[in-house]
């Protein structure tokens, strides 16, 4: 199992960037696929989720500004992110996602990790 993230990158506030997350090696319509943050001396935080069903979920901070979508025909997942933050500053991850796709409904249950990719809102 191979999932690769990228489009991480430096940007100032206000602006936008989409991440990728390519997936191989597994079936990939068999799950739900999350993306996931940790900032520098933070706990990592789940920011989106979208199930096989096409049910997407997101943390409160990001709702409205983010939006996750994937194209099973290209094994690929990504993340829009709009209207970026400074405390939008975080390594960001794609995970596999096992169970529930719903943050408020408890920790969902990861699979596989990607690498992360590194995202920087800053003027």
């Known amino acids: 199992v191979q999932l690769q993230a990228s489009g991480g990158g430096l940007v100032q506030p206000g602006g936008s960037l989409r991440l990728s997350c390519a997936a191989s090696g597994f079936t990939f319509d068999d799950y739900a696929i999350a993306w996931f943050r940790q900032a520098p001396g933070k706990e990592r935080e789940g920011v989106s989720c979208?199930?096989?069903?096409?049910?997407?979920d997101y943390a409160g901070s990001v709702k409205g500004r983010f939006t996750i979508s994937r194209d099973n025909a290209k094994n690929m997942v990504y993340l829009q992110m709009n209207t970026l933050r400074p405390e939008d500053t975080a390594i960001y991850y794609c995970?596999?996602?096992?169970?529930?796709?719903?943050?408020?409904?408890?920790?969902?249950?990861?699979?596989?990790w990607g690498q992360g990719t590194q995202v920087t809102v800053s003027s």
């Open positions: 995970a596999t996602v096992a169970g529930h796709c719903v943050f408020s409904l408890g920790p969902v249950t990861t699979v596989d």
């Open positions: 979208l199930s096989t069903g096409g049910t997407t």
